[in-house]
């Protein structure tokens, strides 16, 4: 291994003694034996998901050959030696990952393959949505008594896809509520993992999982008061900041850090959208009845969202000093402001745009004194895709146009040089 | 030890469960069939773009609206039963919409609404859920194309025999001027 070369050339150069050397290789020698096998473990579950693959790849097979009781019976194999598998482990290899993680995957995809299976043979109608409702509450306790973590990410895509089904693709969305109550029953499973573990693996994925089943669903909610939504969608971002900033994620890489990364992202992105005229033109002919408002879904759950996110945020700026906090955080409060407060579009527009520049500079700023080149590139982003929006929006001349991209072009490259410049005089 | 034994108990019941949702769905259909009414429906000739999906045929039935006096409230994706009733030709068709379960006869389909028509008159047009019939993949090519050349052509007959109790349906069979598909792809 390298450090041992590095060991040699310490004990040849007489930086360290024969003894210290051996206290060094007997304790990562040590450390390397108390890890799990990782590399069992992946394979493992690589085997199991394309045996699981396989299963439900049947699906796509006819066996008109074969009677119905026998194709019943065939369909009825992999779930039968799934849930067979399941019960060996949980007697015997209950502590072994690997077997626990792979053995539930291969059963949650045969209860998916029966369960398909046995439409097809019996020409069973029904919806995709019933279908991975169905799929979704027979895995589910599977996370628990196994302690599947896999079983976890599996369900969290399962309800996720079956929330965009009901909510999405059908006009009565009345059922996409049980995503709620689905999503509620997974969530203790991943606080044990937090509590457990929260930089290993499978908790990092969860870090991602959740907060993009989250984005990409809370949409459903959405009904005839769909403008009202944006109040949501700003709040939830700004608690995926909220929790990206606790003391969970300190010490581990950003790219481990899917509530951060999202609730930044979007809350850009949602200011965009709001950066251009039509948006509060269009907010300004909302002309729904204030009975409608009040007694509505989205009102509900972006007030939800709102009081959680504040009650987090008053919690935690009380321990923060008041520079560290991102402006992201507080832009929910701004965006309630401006649905409360009758504004005219234009005055409303041009603040959206100057609350952008602002975030894009402060991020900028914090980028030069974090000495981090990555905020300070997103910070230049940031701005960058500010001025694209309006390069589409704005009657500006080509010329003008053309001197504003030169100039964010060299702003860019200024910004990099300087900082790369400041750094190398500091290592120095 | 008592944890445990608890979740033995529950590891049970939840394999028990794993088979017995299939099962159900297997004994509910066997039931429809066994103890339902034999409807025929007729097919409406189709896209011969698209109407075989994955490896199912798209069946669409000329039977699938029903007019209702434009003073009546009906909404999209409401639940719905419906009844039938013979043509003279033997085919089933939609003789009521109901907005409840009938309670004195088993003869009965239960669906949604698809959407609502309001043009001269109010129709309600029906989501039939036997649209999909499995083939074998091997054969479905020429399934396809017989089952356009059939639908397209006034001169065949072709209709789709499904079984229907107590809301439930089960599609049985398509055939084509009284031969059943899977016949004619042999």
């Known amino acids: ?428 | 030890m008592k944890s445990n034994k608890l979740l033995y108990i529950l590891l049970v019941i939840v394999v028990i469960a794993q088979l017995w949702i299939p099962a159900k769905m297997i004994l509910d259909q066997q039931k429809t069939i066994d103890e339902g009414f034999t409807h025929q429906f007729r097919i409406e000739p189709i896209d011969p773009n698209d109407p075989f999906r994955g490896k199912y045929l798209i069946i669409n039935y000329e039977d699938d609206s029903f007019e209702v006096d434009t003073s009546e409230i009906w909404e999209q994706k409401q639940p719905v039963y419906l009844t039938f009733t013979i043509d003279s030709l033997g085919f089933s068709v939609i003789k009521e919409v109901l907005k409840e379960k009938p309670d004195s006869i088993t003869n009965y389909l239960s669906t949604k609404i698809n959407w609502i028509s309001n043009y001269e008159t109010k129709e309600l047009h029906i989501n039939y859920p036997f649209k999909r019939y499995y083939l074998n993949e091997v054969k479905a090519p020429k399934a396809e194309s017989i089952y356009v050349e059939s639908t397209n052509d006034s001169t065949s007959l072709c209709w789709a025999t499904v079984i229907i109790k107590e809301g439930n349906a089960v599609l049985i069979d398509v055939l084509i001027d009284s031969v059943s598909i899977l016949e004619l792809v042999k």
């Open chain 1, 1 to 428: 291994m390298k450090f041992q070369k590095e060991i040699s050339e310490l004990l040849t150069a007489g930086v360290i003694s024969n003894d210290t050397a051996d206290n060094i290789n007997h304790y990562y020698l040590q450390k390397k034996a108390s890890k799990p096998n990782w590399l069992i473990t992946v394979f493992a579950i690589l085997g199991g998901l394309l045996i699981g693959l396989g299963v439900v790849l049947i699906i796509a097979h006819n066996w008109d050959d074969l009677s119905k009781t026998v194709r019943s019976l065939l369909a009825f194999t992999p779930l039968v030696i799934g849930q067979a598998i399941i019960i060996f482990v949980f007697n015997k290899k209950r502590k072994n990952t690997a077997w626990r993680e792979s053995s539930t995957t291969f059963l949650i995809f045969a209860i998916g393959g029966c369960i398909s299976l046995i439409s097809q043979i019996y020409n069973i109608p029904g919806n995709i949505s019933a279908f991975m409702l169905t799929w979704v509450a027979l895995s589910l306790p599977l996370i628990y008594l196994m302690k599947s973590s896999l079983a976890s990410l599996l369900c969290i895509a399962g309800i996720t896809y079956y929330a965009i089904e009901t909510g999405y693709a059908s006009y009565d969305s009345h059922e996409s509520y049980y995503y709620w109550v689905l999503l509620l029953l997974i969530v203790p499973h991943y606080m044990s993992l937090i509590k457990q573990n929260s930089t290993g693996n499978f908790a990092i994925y969860h870090h991602w999982f959740i907060p993009l089943s989250f984005t990409i669903c809370l949409g459903i909610m959405a009904d005839h008061n769909e403008e009202l939504m944006y109040i949501a969608y700003t709040s939830m971002f700004a608690l995926f900041l909220q929790i990206g900033e606790h003391n969970t994620f300190k010490n581990g890489a950003l790219r481990n850090n899917g509530y951060k990364i999202i609730g930044s992202l979007g809350t850009i992105i949602l200011l965009l959208t709001m950066s251009f005229d039509w948006f509060w033109k269009d907010m300004n002919a909302f002309e729904n009845s204030f009975i409608e408002i009040i007694t509505s879904n989205e009102l509900m759950i972006s007030l939800a969202f709102v009081v959680i996110t504040s009650l987090f945020a008053f919690k935690s700026w009380q321990q923060t000093p008041l520079k560290t906090i991102k402006p992201e955080e507080a832009i929910y409060i701004i965006v309630v402001l401006f649905y409360l407060i009758p504004g005219i579009p234009i005055v409303l527009t041009i603040l959206t745009n100057v609350i952008v520049l602002s975030i894009g500079i402060i991020t900028i700023a914090q980028g030069t004194q974090k000495r981090q080149l990555g905020i300070l590139n997103y910070g230049l982003l940031i701005i960058t895709a500010l001025v694209i929006c309006r390069f589409f929006d704005t009657d500006l001349s080509f010329i003008l146009r053309g001197i504003l991209f030169i100039g964010v072009g060299f702003g860019f490259f200024i910004a990099n040089y300087r900082f790369l410049k400041t750094k190398q005089r500091h290592e120095k």
